[in-house]
């Protein structure tokens, strides 16, 4: 069984910042890529970042110069820095892995960017 829990998000205001963890444990031998998507109200989830076992990085073109991605190998942990925070960044951010061909999602994290 694999565990992906993610911790971070919150209420920030625009042009803010904020960062994003998920901790990935249990049966994850094998853990290959790790990244975000993220699923507004009433819309499609979608790619935020994605980060290789190596380092490569994909961003959404809507996030790429705001948002950075890294992980720690050593903990199975991936971050995500989210920087000059738009109303519309305001989603639940799902944590994802990959290991041996099987994708996991974990439960969400909310973040809300207002005034």
């Known amino acids: 069984q694999v565990q992906l829990v993610e911790s971070g998000g919150s209420l920030v205001q625009p042009g803010g910042s904020m960062r994003l963890s998920c901790a990935a444990s249990?049966?994850?031998?094998?853990?290959?890529?790790m990244g975000w998507y993220r699923q507004a109200p009433g819309k499609q989830r979608e790619l935020v970042a994605t980060?290789?076992?190596?380092?490569?990085?994909n961003y959404a073109d809507s996030v790429k110069g705001r948002f950075t991605i890294s992980r720690d190998n050593t903990k199975n942990t991936v971050y995500l820095q989210m920087n000059s925070l738009k109303f519309e960044d305001t989603a639940v951010y799902l944590c994802?892995?990959?290991?041996?061909?099987?994708?996991?999602w974990g439960q969400g994290t909310q973040v809300t960017v207002s005034s």
């Open positions: 249990g049966s994850i031998f094998g853990i290959s890529v």
């Open positions: 994802y892995c990959s290991i041996l061909l099987k994708d996991y």
């Open positions: 980060i290789t076992r190596g380092g490569s990085t």
